[in-house]
Protein backbone atom coordinates (compact mmCIF):
# COMPACT_ATOMS: atom_id res chain seq x y z
CA UNK A 1 0.00 0.00 0.00
CA UNK A 2 1.13 3.38 -0.74
CA UNK A 3 1.27 6.14 2.18
CA UNK A 4 -0.60 9.35 1.44
CA UNK A 5 1.46 11.10 4.07
CA UNK A 6 5.32 10.25 5.13
CA UNK A 7 6.76 12.31 7.38
CA UNK A 8 11.12 11.39 6.68
CA UNK A 9 13.01 12.57 9.81
CA UNK A 10 11.32 15.46 10.50
CA UNK A 11 12.21 18.05 13.24
CA UNK A 12 10.66 21.48 14.02
CA UNK A 13 13.12 23.54 16.55
CA UNK A 14 11.19 26.52 17.53
CA UNK A 15 13.88 30.30 17.08
CA UNK A 16 14.05 29.87 20.77
CA UNK A 17 16.41 27.07 19.98
CA UNK A 18 13.41 24.47 21.71
CA UNK A 19 13.12 20.97 20.25
CA UNK A 20 9.57 20.15 19.45
CA UNK A 21 10.00 17.31 17.13
CA UNK A 22 13.24 15.31 17.12
CA UNK A 23 13.97 12.98 13.80
CA UNK A 24 10.00 11.80 13.42
CA UNK A 25 9.51 9.10 10.61
CA UNK A 26 6.53 7.44 10.25
CA UNK A 27 4.34 6.37 7.08
CA UNK A 28 0.73 6.95 6.97
CA UNK A 29 -1.36 4.36 4.42
CA UNK A 30 -3.59 5.34 2.30
CA UNK A 31 -7.18 5.33 3.70
CA UNK A 32 -6.55 4.90 7.22
CA UNK A 33 -6.49 6.76 10.95
CA UNK A 34 -4.09 7.54 12.67
CA UNK A 35 -4.19 9.03 15.63
CA UNK A 36 -1.45 10.81 17.46
CA UNK A 37 -1.47 11.08 21.41
CA UNK A 38 0.53 12.65 23.76
CA UNK A 39 1.12 15.39 26.36
CA UNK A 40 0.33 18.64 26.01
CA UNK A 41 3.52 20.13 24.49
CA UNK A 42 4.65 16.65 23.33
CA UNK A 43 4.75 17.73 19.63
CA UNK A 44 1.35 16.28 18.58
CA UNK A 45 -0.56 19.91 17.03
CA UNK A 46 3.82 20.68 15.29
CA UNK A 47 3.70 17.63 13.64
CA UNK A 48 0.13 17.75 12.42
CA UNK A 49 1.03 21.47 11.16
CA UNK A 50 3.18 20.63 9.02
CA UNK A 51 1.59 18.28 6.70
CA UNK A 52 -0.09 21.35 5.07
CA UNK A 53 2.98 23.70 6.00
CA UNK A 54 1.30 25.91 8.23
CA UNK A 55 4.38 25.05 10.33
CA UNK A 56 7.18 24.56 8.41
CA UNK A 57 10.09 21.65 9.61
CA UNK A 58 13.29 22.73 10.66
CA UNK A 59 14.82 19.56 9.08
CA UNK A 60 13.24 16.25 7.55
CA UNK A 61 10.22 16.60 5.04
CA UNK A 62 6.86 15.67 4.65
CA UNK A 63 5.91 13.69 1.38
CA UNK A 64 2.11 14.09 0.84
CA UNK A 65 1.24 11.39 -1.96
CA UNK A 66 4.89 10.68 -2.75
CA UNK A 67 6.10 14.27 -2.97
CA UNK A 68 7.58 16.72 -0.95
CA UNK A 69 5.64 19.20 0.50
CA UNK A 70 8.58 21.83 0.11
CA UNK A 71 7.75 21.04 -3.69
CA UNK A 72 4.68 21.67 -3.62
CA UNK A 73 2.35 24.84 -4.40
CA UNK A 74 0.87 25.84 -1.07
CA UNK A 75 -1.99 26.92 -2.09
CA UNK A 76 -2.75 23.88 -4.23
CA UNK A 77 -1.59 21.59 -1.26
CA UNK A 78 -3.86 22.99 1.53
CA UNK A 79 -6.79 22.91 -1.16
CA UNK A 80 -6.23 18.85 -1.15
CA UNK A 81 -6.19 18.49 2.86
CA UNK A 82 -8.73 19.41 5.08
CA UNK A 83 -8.29 21.47 8.60
CA UNK A 84 -10.50 20.73 11.45
CA UNK A 85 -9.61 22.58 14.80
CA UNK A 86 -10.73 22.68 18.09
CA UNK A 87 -11.70 26.31 18.10
CA UNK A 88 -13.46 25.39 15.17
CA UNK A 89 -12.44 29.00 13.16
CA UNK A 90 -15.84 28.98 11.34
CA UNK A 91 -16.01 32.49 9.30
CA UNK A 92 -18.72 34.42 11.79
CA UNK A 93 -20.22 36.72 8.99
CA UNK A 94 -21.21 33.79 7.11
CA UNK A 95 -23.76 31.65 6.72
CA UNK A 96 -23.80 27.87 7.62
CA UNK A 97 -23.90 27.48 4.07
CA UNK A 98 -21.74 29.72 2.33
CA UNK A 99 -18.86 28.66 5.24
CA UNK A 100 -18.80 24.56 4.10
CA UNK A 101 -18.91 26.14 0.23
CA UNK A 102 -15.94 28.40 0.86
CA UNK A 103 -13.56 26.34 -0.46
CA UNK A 104 -15.85 26.02 -3.90
CA UNK A 105 -16.62 29.28 -4.04
CA UNK A 106 -13.20 30.47 -4.29
CA UNK A 107 -12.42 27.82 -6.81
CA UNK A 108 -14.97 29.33 -8.61
CA UNK A 109 -17.96 26.78 -8.45
CA UNK A 110 -21.09 28.14 -9.61
CA UNK A 111 -23.84 29.28 -7.34
CA UNK A 112 -25.98 26.41 -7.57
CA UNK A 113 -23.85 23.25 -7.14
CA UNK A 114 -21.66 25.07 -4.27
CA UNK A 115 -25.12 25.53 -2.35
CA UNK A 116 -26.08 22.05 -3.38
CA UNK A 117 -22.67 20.58 -2.13
CA UNK A 118 -23.05 22.54 0.51
CA UNK A 119 -26.79 21.01 1.55
CA UNK A 120 -25.45 17.38 0.99
CA UNK A 121 -22.55 17.71 3.18
CA UNK A 122 -24.90 19.28 5.68
CA UNK A 123 -26.78 16.19 5.40
CA UNK A 124 -23.42 13.93 5.94
CA UNK A 125 -22.54 15.60 8.73
CA UNK A 126 -25.88 15.33 10.40
CA UNK A 127 -27.40 18.93 10.21
CA UNK A 128 -30.58 19.33 8.62
CA UNK A 129 -29.35 21.60 6.01
CA UNK A 130 -33.31 23.03 5.88
CA UNK A 131 -32.61 24.41 9.04
CA UNK A 132 -29.28 25.28 9.63
CA UNK A 133 -28.02 26.67 6.06
CA UNK A 134 -28.85 29.85 7.09
CA UNK A 135 -27.70 30.25 10.05
CA UNK A 136 -24.35 32.35 11.00
CA UNK A 137 -22.28 29.94 13.63
CA UNK A 138 -22.85 32.08 16.82
CA UNK A 139 -26.24 30.56 16.70
CA UNK A 140 -24.99 27.27 16.95
CA UNK A 141 -24.28 24.81 19.93
CA UNK A 142 -20.81 23.58 20.09
CA UNK A 143 -21.31 20.33 18.73
CA UNK A 144 -23.16 22.15 15.53
CA UNK A 145 -20.04 24.21 15.48
CA UNK A 146 -18.21 21.09 14.86
CA UNK A 147 -20.03 19.18 12.37
CA UNK A 148 -19.98 22.34 10.14
CA UNK A 149 -15.86 22.68 10.23
CA UNK A 150 -15.94 19.08 9.35
CA UNK A 151 -18.30 19.76 6.19
CA UNK A 152 -16.24 22.39 5.21
CA UNK A 153 -13.56 20.57 5.52
CA UNK A 154 -14.73 18.19 3.05
CA UNK A 155 -16.07 20.67 0.74
CA UNK A 156 -13.03 20.04 -1.76
CA UNK A 157 -12.89 16.65 -1.29
CA UNK A 158 -9.93 16.20 0.64
CA UNK A 159 -7.91 13.08 0.58
CA UNK A 160 -6.66 13.89 3.59
CA UNK A 161 -8.51 15.12 6.74
CA UNK A 162 -5.74 16.55 9.51
CA UNK A 163 -8.27 17.26 12.65
CA UNK A 164 -6.53 18.90 15.96
CA UNK A 165 -8.40 17.65 19.00
CA UNK A 166 -11.52 17.87 17.25
CA UNK A 167 -14.16 17.13 19.82
CA UNK A 168 -11.99 18.12 22.89
CA UNK A 169 -13.98 21.15 23.95
CA UNK A 170 -17.12 18.72 24.13
CA UNK A 171 -19.58 17.61 26.69
CA UNK A 172 -18.70 13.36 27.10
CA UNK A 173 -22.52 12.69 25.36
CA UNK A 174 -21.67 14.99 22.38
CA UNK A 175 -18.31 14.00 21.79
CA UNK A 176 -19.45 10.28 21.67
CA UNK A 177 -22.18 11.44 19.03
CA UNK A 178 -19.58 13.17 17.28
CA UNK A 179 -17.45 10.22 16.84
CA UNK A 180 -20.23 7.96 16.08
CA UNK A 181 -21.06 10.34 12.80
CA UNK A 182 -17.44 10.66 12.32
CA UNK A 183 -16.98 6.50 12.37
CA UNK A 184 -19.33 6.20 10.31
CA UNK A 185 -18.28 8.37 7.61
CA UNK A 186 -15.01 7.61 7.52
CA UNK A 187 -15.93 4.34 7.06
CA UNK A 188 -18.36 5.47 3.86
CA UNK A 189 -15.37 7.89 2.42
CA UNK A 190 -12.07 5.95 3.27
CA UNK A 191 -9.69 9.22 3.89
CA UNK A 192 -6.71 9.38 5.28
CA UNK A 193 -7.21 11.24 8.93
CA UNK A 194 -4.34 12.47 10.98
CA UNK A 195 -6.10 13.09 14.33
CA UNK A 196 -4.52 14.56 17.24
CA UNK A 197 -6.10 14.03 20.47
CA UNK A 198 -5.32 13.02 24.17
CA UNK A 199 -8.09 11.36 24.79
CA UNK A 200 -7.02 7.69 24.53
CA UNK A 201 -11.03 6.24 23.85
CA UNK A 202 -11.54 8.50 21.08
CA UNK A 203 -7.85 7.15 19.38
CA UNK A 204 -9.09 3.51 20.26
CA UNK A 205 -12.15 3.84 18.97
CA UNK A 206 -11.58 6.07 16.02
CA UNK A 207 -7.74 5.12 14.76
CA UNK A 208 -6.38 1.75 13.00
CA UNK A 209 -2.96 3.65 14.05
CA UNK A 210 -2.03 4.70 17.13
CA UNK A 211 1.18 6.88 17.83
CA UNK A 212 2.52 8.29 20.47
CA UNK A 213 4.71 11.19 21.01
CA UNK A 214 6.49 11.99 24.29
CA UNK A 215 8.63 15.18 24.08
CA UNK A 216 9.06 15.54 20.27
CA UNK A 217 10.03 11.85 20.22
CA UNK A 218 7.55 8.88 18.57
CA UNK A 219 7.81 6.14 21.28
CA UNK A 220 5.53 3.65 19.38
CA UNK A 221 3.17 3.14 16.10
CA UNK A 222 1.42 0.35 16.49
CA UNK A 223 -2.22 -0.72 15.38
CA UNK A 224 -4.88 0.40 17.58
CA UNK A 225 -5.67 -3.23 19.02
CA UNK A 226 -1.74 -3.92 19.82
CA UNK A 227 -1.62 -0.15 22.22
CA UNK A 228 -3.05 -1.08 25.61
CA UNK A 229 -0.53 -4.13 25.37
CA UNK A 230 2.51 -2.10 24.26
CA UNK A 231 5.33 -2.93 26.78
CA UNK A 232 6.88 0.33 26.59
CA UNK A 233 6.72 2.39 30.06
CA UNK A 234 5.53 5.49 28.58
CA UNK A 235 2.59 3.82 26.79
CA UNK A 236 1.53 2.28 30.51
CA UNK A 237 1.66 5.30 32.00
CA UNK A 238 -0.37 6.91 29.28
CA UNK A 239 -3.15 4.41 29.66
CA UNK A 240 -2.98 4.09 33.53
CA UNK A 241 -3.20 8.02 33.86
CA UNK A 242 -6.54 7.51 32.15
CA UNK A 243 -8.42 5.65 34.01
CA UNK A 244 -7.54 6.38 37.56
CA UNK A 245 -10.81 7.73 37.88
CA UNK A 246 -12.78 4.38 36.69
CA UNK A 247 -10.42 2.15 38.59
CA UNK A 248 -10.59 4.42 42.20
CA UNK A 249 -14.35 4.41 41.75
CA UNK A 250 -14.35 0.54 41.59
CA UNK A 251 -11.77 0.02 44.53
CA UNK A 252 -13.69 2.36 46.27
CA UNK A 253 -17.13 0.42 45.91
CA UNK A 254 -14.59 -2.74 46.22
CA UNK A 255 -13.84 -1.34 49.50
CA UNK A 256 -17.15 -0.43 51.05
CA UNK A 257 -18.59 -3.78 50.06
CA UNK A 258 -15.53 -5.28 51.85
CA UNK A 259 -16.19 -3.42 54.77
CA UNK A 260 -20.38 -4.12 55.18
CA UNK A 261 -19.31 -7.74 54.49
CA UNK A 262 -20.88 -10.46 55.02
CA UNK A 263 -24.73 -8.91 54.49
CA UNK A 264 -25.34 -10.75 51.43
CA UNK B 1 -33.63 90.43 13.44
CA UNK B 2 -32.84 86.70 13.04
CA UNK B 3 -34.53 86.65 9.68
CA UNK B 4 -33.14 89.42 8.37
CA UNK B 5 -29.61 87.77 9.46
CA UNK B 6 -30.28 84.61 7.94
CA UNK B 7 -31.45 86.33 4.49
CA UNK B 8 -28.61 88.49 4.33
CA UNK B 9 -26.23 85.95 5.22
CA UNK B 10 -28.39 82.74 4.40
CA UNK B 11 -26.64 82.47 0.52
CA UNK B 12 -23.19 82.85 2.35
CA UNK B 13 -23.78 80.42 5.03
CA UNK B 14 -24.91 77.35 2.31
CA UNK B 15 -21.73 78.30 0.20
CA UNK B 16 -19.15 78.06 3.25
CA UNK B 17 -20.98 74.90 3.97
CA UNK B 18 -20.28 73.29 0.97
CA UNK B 19 -17.07 74.17 0.56
CA UNK B 20 -16.56 72.85 4.37
CA UNK B 21 -18.15 69.46 3.49
CA UNK B 22 -15.98 69.46 0.31
CA UNK B 23 -12.19 70.65 2.18
CA UNK B 24 -13.49 67.65 4.88
CA UNK B 25 -14.65 65.11 2.46
CA UNK B 26 -11.72 65.63 0.31
CA UNK B 27 -9.01 64.89 3.34
CA UNK B 28 -11.04 61.84 3.74
CA UNK B 29 -11.51 60.27 0.76
CA UNK B 30 -7.26 60.94 0.99
CA UNK B 31 -6.70 59.96 4.10
CA UNK B 32 -8.30 56.49 3.86
CA UNK B 33 -6.63 55.62 0.40
CA UNK B 34 -3.53 56.39 2.40
CA UNK B 35 -4.41 54.69 6.43
CA UNK B 36 -6.21 51.84 5.14
CA UNK B 37 -3.34 50.14 2.93
CA UNK B 38 -1.03 51.28 4.82
CA UNK B 39 -2.87 49.96 7.71
CA UNK B 40 -3.47 46.67 6.07
CA UNK B 41 0.17 46.92 5.31
CA UNK B 42 1.38 47.06 8.82
CA UNK B 43 -0.64 43.91 10.04
CA UNK B 44 1.42 41.93 7.12
CA UNK B 45 5.23 43.46 8.42
CA UNK B 46 4.56 44.09 12.27
CA UNK B 47 7.28 45.07 13.45
CA UNK B 48 6.85 48.26 11.22
CA UNK B 49 3.66 49.14 13.27
CA UNK B 50 5.54 50.74 16.03
CA UNK B 51 7.64 53.37 14.13
CA UNK B 52 5.05 53.78 11.73
CA UNK B 53 1.78 54.49 14.58
CA UNK B 54 4.32 56.56 16.36
CA UNK B 55 4.81 58.82 12.98
CA UNK B 56 1.28 59.45 12.88
CA UNK B 57 0.41 59.92 16.44
CA UNK B 58 3.24 62.64 16.68
CA UNK B 59 1.45 64.80 13.17
CA UNK B 60 -2.04 64.47 14.89
CA UNK B 61 -0.05 66.41 18.13
CA UNK B 62 0.90 68.98 15.80
CA UNK B 63 -1.27 72.18 17.12
CA UNK B 64 -3.39 72.98 13.90
CA UNK B 65 -2.65 76.71 13.36
CA UNK B 66 1.14 75.71 13.43
CA UNK B 67 0.33 73.12 10.57
CA UNK B 68 -1.34 75.16 8.28
CA UNK B 69 1.96 77.79 9.19
CA UNK B 70 4.16 75.32 8.23
CA UNK B 71 2.41 74.03 4.92
CA UNK B 72 2.24 77.93 3.81
CA UNK B 73 5.86 78.00 2.52
CA UNK B 74 5.66 75.01 0.89
CA UNK B 75 6.40 75.41 -3.13
CA UNK B 76 3.20 73.87 -4.83
CA UNK B 77 0.67 73.71 -1.85
CA UNK B 78 1.31 77.23 -0.34
CA UNK B 79 -0.20 78.82 -3.93
CA UNK B 80 -3.57 77.50 -3.35
CA UNK B 81 -5.03 77.88 0.19
CA UNK B 82 -7.50 74.88 -0.34
CA UNK B 83 -4.62 72.72 -1.05
CA UNK B 84 -2.91 73.27 2.21
CA UNK B 85 -6.58 73.03 4.10
CA UNK B 86 -6.51 69.30 2.56
CA UNK B 87 -3.22 67.93 3.29
CA UNK B 88 -3.32 69.26 6.86
CA UNK B 89 -6.62 67.72 7.52
CA UNK B 90 -5.55 64.45 5.85
CA UNK B 91 -2.65 64.07 8.04
CA UNK B 92 -4.35 64.59 11.33
CA UNK B 93 -7.01 61.70 9.99
CA UNK B 94 -4.44 59.44 9.25
CA UNK B 95 -4.18 58.06 12.78
CA UNK B 96 -7.53 56.99 13.42
CA UNK B 97 -7.89 55.12 10.39
CA UNK B 98 -4.55 53.96 10.76
CA UNK B 99 -4.64 52.39 14.09
CA UNK B 100 -8.39 51.38 13.64
CA UNK B 101 -7.33 49.64 10.56
CA UNK B 102 -4.20 47.59 11.98
CA UNK B 103 -5.91 46.81 15.31
CA UNK B 104 -9.35 45.64 13.84
CA UNK B 105 -7.29 43.08 11.34
CA UNK B 106 -5.40 41.79 14.31
CA UNK B 107 -8.15 41.55 16.72
CA UNK B 108 -10.04 38.95 14.33
CA UNK B 109 -10.26 35.52 15.97
CA UNK B 110 -6.94 33.46 15.57
CA UNK B 111 -8.78 30.63 14.51
CA UNK B 112 -10.36 31.95 12.13
CA UNK B 113 -7.05 33.20 10.31
CA UNK B 114 -6.06 30.00 10.80
CA UNK B 115 -8.45 28.05 8.98
CA UNK B 116 -8.68 30.75 6.08
CA UNK B 117 -4.78 30.07 5.61
CA UNK B 118 -5.38 26.54 5.91
CA UNK B 119 -8.51 26.04 3.60
CA UNK B 120 -5.80 27.28 0.51
CA UNK B 121 -7.34 30.77 0.41
CA UNK B 122 -4.90 33.11 -1.63
CA UNK B 123 -3.53 36.57 0.81
CA UNK B 124 -5.50 38.30 -1.38
CA UNK B 125 -8.93 35.94 -0.71
CA UNK B 126 -8.13 36.17 3.08
CA UNK B 127 -8.00 39.93 2.65
CA UNK B 128 -11.26 40.64 0.82
CA UNK B 129 -13.54 37.91 2.51
CA UNK B 130 -12.60 37.40 5.71
CA UNK B 131 -9.95 40.15 7.27
CA UNK B 132 -11.81 43.21 5.97
CA UNK B 133 -15.36 42.14 5.97
CA UNK B 134 -14.65 41.09 9.88
CA UNK B 135 -12.26 44.39 10.60
CA UNK B 136 -15.07 46.80 8.80
CA UNK B 137 -17.11 47.93 11.45
CA UNK B 138 -13.79 49.03 13.41
CA UNK B 139 -12.19 50.76 10.58
CA UNK B 140 -15.37 53.10 9.82
CA UNK B 141 -15.27 53.63 13.63
CA UNK B 142 -11.45 55.12 12.81
CA UNK B 143 -13.13 56.66 9.93
CA UNK B 144 -15.95 58.41 12.40
CA UNK B 145 -13.32 59.83 14.80
CA UNK B 146 -11.18 61.18 11.90
CA UNK B 147 -14.21 62.62 9.93
CA UNK B 148 -15.42 63.99 13.06
CA UNK B 149 -12.42 65.84 14.32
CA UNK B 150 -11.46 67.30 10.73
CA UNK B 151 -14.99 68.67 10.55
CA UNK B 152 -13.78 70.99 13.63
CA UNK B 153 -10.27 71.17 12.53
CA UNK B 154 -11.49 72.56 8.89
CA UNK B 155 -12.84 75.57 10.70
CA UNK B 156 -9.39 77.05 11.39
CA UNK B 157 -8.39 76.41 7.71
CA UNK B 158 -9.78 80.10 7.60
CA UNK B 159 -6.82 80.89 8.86
CA UNK B 160 -4.83 80.59 5.49
CA UNK B 161 -7.73 82.06 3.51
CA UNK B 162 -9.09 78.50 2.62
CA UNK B 163 -12.71 79.14 3.24
CA UNK B 164 -15.06 76.73 5.37
CA UNK B 165 -17.74 77.70 8.00
CA UNK B 166 -14.50 78.90 9.91
CA UNK B 167 -14.46 81.62 7.75
CA UNK B 168 -17.76 83.11 9.73
CA UNK B 169 -16.37 82.48 12.89
CA UNK B 170 -12.82 84.40 12.41
CA UNK B 171 -14.93 87.50 10.69
CA UNK B 172 -17.15 87.60 14.22
CA UNK B 173 -14.22 87.02 16.31
CA UNK B 174 -12.81 90.19 14.38
CA UNK B 175 -15.64 92.58 14.07
CA UNK B 176 -16.90 91.28 17.80
CA UNK B 177 -20.15 89.89 16.34
CA UNK B 178 -21.71 86.65 18.01
CA UNK B 179 -23.95 86.29 15.44
CA UNK B 180 -21.66 85.62 12.81
CA UNK B 181 -19.90 83.39 14.72
CA UNK B 182 -22.50 81.17 15.59
CA UNK B 183 -23.43 81.32 12.29
CA UNK B 184 -20.11 79.57 11.44
CA UNK B 185 -20.17 77.51 14.64
CA UNK B 186 -23.76 76.01 14.48
CA UNK B 187 -23.87 74.44 11.17
CA UNK B 188 -20.05 73.25 11.57
CA UNK B 189 -21.02 71.16 14.63
CA UNK B 190 -24.32 70.04 12.49
CA UNK B 191 -21.91 68.98 10.01
CA UNK B 192 -20.06 67.04 12.81
CA UNK B 193 -23.13 65.78 14.37
CA UNK B 194 -24.59 64.26 10.61
CA UNK B 195 -21.07 62.85 9.85
CA UNK B 196 -21.10 61.71 13.24
CA UNK B 197 -24.33 59.84 13.00
CA UNK B 198 -24.16 58.47 9.39
CA UNK B 199 -21.20 56.79 9.66
CA UNK B 200 -22.51 55.60 12.78
CA UNK B 201 -25.60 53.87 10.86
CA UNK B 202 -22.88 52.61 8.46
CA UNK B 203 -20.23 51.27 11.20
CA UNK B 204 -23.42 49.05 12.86
CA UNK B 205 -24.61 48.01 9.63
CA UNK B 206 -20.75 46.22 8.95
CA UNK B 207 -20.96 44.59 12.30
CA UNK B 208 -20.72 41.05 11.90
CA UNK B 209 -23.98 39.05 13.67
CA UNK B 210 -22.68 37.73 16.74
CA UNK B 211 -25.05 36.86 20.29
Redesign the interface.
Known amino acids: MSAAIEFRELSFVTPQGRVLLDKISLALEDGTTTAILGRSGSGKTTLLRTV ?1 R ?1 VEPSGGEVLVHGESTRAAN ?6 G ?1 G ?1 V ?1 Q ?7 FTVERNVG ?2 PE ?1 EGAPRAGRVQRSHDLLATVGLDPASFARR ?1 P ?1 QLSGGQRQRVGLA ?1 ALA ?1 EPGILLMDEPFGALDPLTRAEMQDMLRRLLARLKKTVLLVTHDLDEALYLADRIVLLSEGRLVTDLAASEFLHAPQSEVQSYIRAFHRGERSAEEGIAASSASTGGEN | MTAGFLSQYGGEIAELTIEHLWLTGAAMLFAAAIAIPAGIWLTRSPRWAKPVIAIANILQTIPSLAMFGFLLPLPWLGERAARIAIVALTAYALLPILRNTYAGIRGIDPAVVEVAQALGLTGRQRLFKVELPLAASFILAGLRTATVTCVGIATIAAAVGAGGLGELIFRGVASVDNRLVLAGAIPAALLALAADGGLGLLERWFQPPTK
Open positions: NMLIALRRIYIETGLFPHLVIYHRA
